[in-house]
């Protein structure tokens, strides 16, 4: 494992400084193509920006192409390049891939074909169709893309709604949002973690149902043995390797399967700064087949948001935010973030969960105050 961290590895997704710091900190030497080419990725990593389609999207293809410019050993990916088989195949080529392969993604991927295998396991999950429910019919749905990442484009559906052929519907299950992230070596998962998930939360700047961050909870052994389970038979089922995650709604702590993301997930550093785990490393053993014990759990609670622009803002002098250890994922100055963009990431730890949610939300507010009080403003 040591040899592997030594090598050349190119790193691709939305946003990759997570990965990226894991894998530097590991002894990697990190070449990343991402979206937004922060300045602390930029202190790690060769930053690429990643080319965009005409909407203004990163386009997976485009990127696989741009990789192949790129003198690397290994390669590895994170959200939403699991939406992108036939990119992640480009990408590996000639290359030692760390992380589930296209053939893998395509099935995990599917949303159907995700809840029939969920249904045969017995697992609890929400009934997923690709056609309108029958006028009788009282569930509450919401509209997904197939592809989706982030909570982004999810919607209530309502009666008379056009369902596109790139959505389906998914019952609306009432509970609390969380996941379990883990490692796997095909057959076996070994359990990193149980988190709380903050989803279009206006303290941060957030609305509908997007992602903005993530909460240990190190207080929940019941829902924690459950997700674990999950985890497992999810595995075996997939044949998933790596460091992954699986989102869930919990109901009296039983997790309710939502989606599966085969890759390493917003929530991993958590565990990074929580534990000393390396993720990279651990990403690396699953991939190998060289699973370890996982870490004790961690005894407090470690927190993430992600900061989203309330209004357009040009930012003023973002440099000092480096020598900060709470923040990441910092721009440029004088970048220019419109509204309902991610500004930045910062962190926040407690005794539970409640008190490092509280933590993130007096942080945030701090970190608004000067963003849209003292930095060069616009009107949205």
Known sequence: MSAIARQRVLLAGVSVRALAESAARAGCDVSAIDAYGDLDLRRIAHTVAAPRGDDGRIDALAVARTSRQI???????????????????????GRTLVGNPPAILRRVRDPLALARALSRLGLPTPIVRASAPLPADTTRWLLKPRSSGGGHGIVQWTRGMRIPRTSVVQQRVRGAPGSIVFVADGEHALPLALTRQLAGDTEFGADGFAYCGSILE????????????????????????????????????????IEVNPRPTASMELVERATGCSIWLAHVAGCTRTLAMPPAPARHSEGKAVLYARRSVVLGDTTRWLTDPDVRDIPAPGERVARGSPICTIFARGRTSALCYAALVRRARVRFAEIEGRMHRRSA
């Open 218 to 257: 190190p207080n929940h052994p019941v829902l924690l043995a459950h997700a674990s389970e999950l985890a497992r038979r999810v595995t075996r089922e997939f044949a998933l390797r790596g460091v992954c995650g699986i989102d869930f709604i919990a109901r009296d702590s039983i997790p309710y399967a």
């Open 71 to 93: 003198e690397a050993d290994l390669v590895a990916y994170v959200s939403n390049f699991e939406n992108a088989p036939d990119a992640v195949r480009a990408m590996a080529r």
